[in-house]
């Protein structure tokens, strides 16, 4: 198989350019340089390293939760061209070349092409896993240091082979977590928080960072899908929004509506959450939820900043630098979340609280 000289990365379709950045800049930081290929709307890009031997480093230095726009990423080669008979057997030669691992996924672009892969890649990615496992191509135990081989399928013989680390990589195959709307929430954002909450809260830790009974407030609440979420974690929530609340949702008793400027509403005791999902300048919102957080309003504060239609990724490094300013002015410890969510289309999802 050719080195393993690039990084596949997988990012919503059109925010090609944004990922590109976002890679460029991380590596730049550990001093790996390199350059990308990309086409707009292919939902992927390659970062060709100037030293191949990086890609190493890059996997386990670059921390993939602090990704904002990368939902998936790989070492890989150059692109692979199968032979259409005994694709099973290629791969399995060509994976002598790759580190031991312990699991394998399948994956294609998040497009409207690439889905057309989905059947494919699931078939074929059981019975390779089923080959690999009966020949010892993959562990089964899972060590700390896992590592995950990923087939990245533009076709049935066109893909890219690679892996990342199980423990620095999405968690879901394409970053995608699989969530199920509910039926009676009242509006589609309703899974923006939910997908939020499963990409920035430790599963183990929801029990007591979203606590049944704990308080939370929700700027720019209406109709009420987050709210929606935070009552099915039992807790009382403050909607402040002057559009209607959904009835069914107020009928829960958790929620009380405040018709007030979400910017300048403060609550009259602190509350465990703050979550904002106003539509308005994401500067503006920025210093709104680094006020909530160091003021002492909130614990935590989840939040939205909406994307300007050119230098979006600029615009999003610049809200965070003025965060972590306002942070390290007050001397503040402070974990600061960012990602580009599935469910976000023209926005980006931070978490930010104190340490
Ligand atoms: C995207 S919607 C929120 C959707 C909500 N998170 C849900 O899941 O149903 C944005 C809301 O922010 C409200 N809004 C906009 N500017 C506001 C402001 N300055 N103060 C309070 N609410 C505001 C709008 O009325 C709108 O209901």
């Not at 009966?134 to 690679?162: D, H, V």
Request: charged share 25%.
């Amino acid at each position: 198989m050719s080195d393993l000289d690039r990084l596949l990365l997988q990012c919503r379709a059109g925010f090609e350019k944004e990922a590109a950045a976002e890679i460029t800049d991380q590596c730049a930081a550990l001093g790996i340089y390199g350059y990308c290929t990309l086409n707009s709307d292919d939902g992927y890009l390659l970062f060709h390293l100037q030293q191949p031997e990086d890609g190493e480093r890059a996997l386990r230095e670059l921390r993939f939760r602090e990704f904002i726009f990368i939902r998936q990423w790989a070492l890989v080669g150059e692109c692979l061209e199968l032979a259409p008979d005994d694709r099973i057997g290629q791969i399995s030669a060509l994976l002598q070349d790759l580190p031991t691992a312990t699991e394998l996924w399948v994956e294609y672009p998040d497009t409207t092409e690439g889905r057309e892969m989905a059947r494919f890649a699931r078939k074929f990615g059981s019975a390779l896993a089923q080959h690999l496992r009966r020949n010892g191509g993959l562990e089964k135990q899972s060590r700390n240091r896992a590592q995950r081989l990923l087939l990245f399928t533009l076709s049935g013989s066109q893909l890219y082979l690679g892996y990342a680390p199980v423990r620095n990589s999405a968690p879901w195959p394409m970053g995608l977590p699989r969530l199920k709307f509910p039926k009676d929430a009242p509006s589609r954002s309703t899974l923006k928080l939910e997908e939020a909450w499963h990409w920035f809260i430790p599963r183990e830790e929801w029990d007591t960072r979203l606590a049944h009974s704990s308080t939370a407030v929700d700027l720019g609440a209406a109709p009420g899908g987050w709210t929606w979420q935070l009552v099915q974690r039992s807790m009382f929530v403050t909607a402040v929004d002057n559009g209607p609340m959904q009835p069914a949702l107020m009928e829960s008793g958790q929620v009380r509506h405040v018709q007030e400027d979400a910017y300048r509403f403060v609550p009259d005791q602190p509350v465990n959450l703050m979550v904002c999902d106003v539509v308005d300048k994401p500067v503006k919102t920025a210093a709104m939820a680094a006020d909530w957080v160091l003021n002492g309003y909130c614990n935590e504060a989840i939040f939205n900043l909406k994307l300007p239609m050119k230098q979006r990724y600029q615009e999003v490094i610049g809200c965070l630098n003025l965060i972590a300013e306002r942070c390290m002015q007050a001397g503040v410890a402070y974990e600061l979340l960012t990602r580009h969510l599935y469910h976000d289309r023209e926005e980006v999802t931070c978490l930010l609280r104190r340490l």
